[in-house]
């Protein structure tokens, strides 16, 4: 089955995905006074027809808090040698390894990783596979001492595609 593309997703969808990631069992009548109060109006009904294709939208990713089991957290970049496969190559080696993040794109590095390890020997291990790869030219990596996650960011409003920009 395709998966369906959103093709208006608005200021409301980002304003609903806020009060989801602040509490996500706020209930829709709440959402509905947090959007009347920022000019919107909307039903609980109308909110509940917004989630539910939000959802259909979104990927359900469990984290556990590596911290509080004592795993690192592993981020690696990949640079790739200048071959005609080798980007392919790293991305395949990388999707074998034990990282439940990895992707490729356009910027300083040609793929990024990131990976949960039982302990430094593992995330050595690891990384030696990687920079031994005959695809690979370059792996720079650091293990997470301490991080700041703020779900509210992952779709700041601020940046949000409003209808005036389409």
Request: aromatic fraction near 10%; hydrophobic fraction near 35%.
């Amino acid at each position: 089955m395709a998966k369906q593309t959103f093709e208006s997703f608005d200021d409301i969808d980002g304003i609903i995905l806020r009060a989801l990631a602040e509490n996500p069992r706020v209930p829709y009548s709440e959402i509905t006074d947090t959007l009347a109060e920022m000019g919107y109006e909307m039903s609980p009904e109308g909110v509940r027809y917004r989630v539910d294709k939000i959802i259909e939208l979104t990927t359900v990713f469990f984290l556990v808090d590596p911290q509080t089991v004592s795993w690192e957290i592993l981020r690696v970049a990949v640079s790739t040698k200048d071959t005609k496969d080798s980007k392919h190559e790293a991305f395949g080696l990388l999707c074998e390894q034990p990282f439940w993040h990895v992707s490729r794109g356009i910027g300083t590095y040609d793929l990024y990783a990131v990976g949960s390890l039982p302990s430094l020997q593992k995330v050595d291990e690891l990384v030696t596979r990687v920079r031994e790869a005959d695809c690979v030219s370059k792996v720079d990596y650091i293990v997470v001492t301490s991080r700041n996650q703020d779900m509210t960011q992952y779709l700041n409003m601020d940046y949000l595609p409003t209808f005036s920009e389409e």
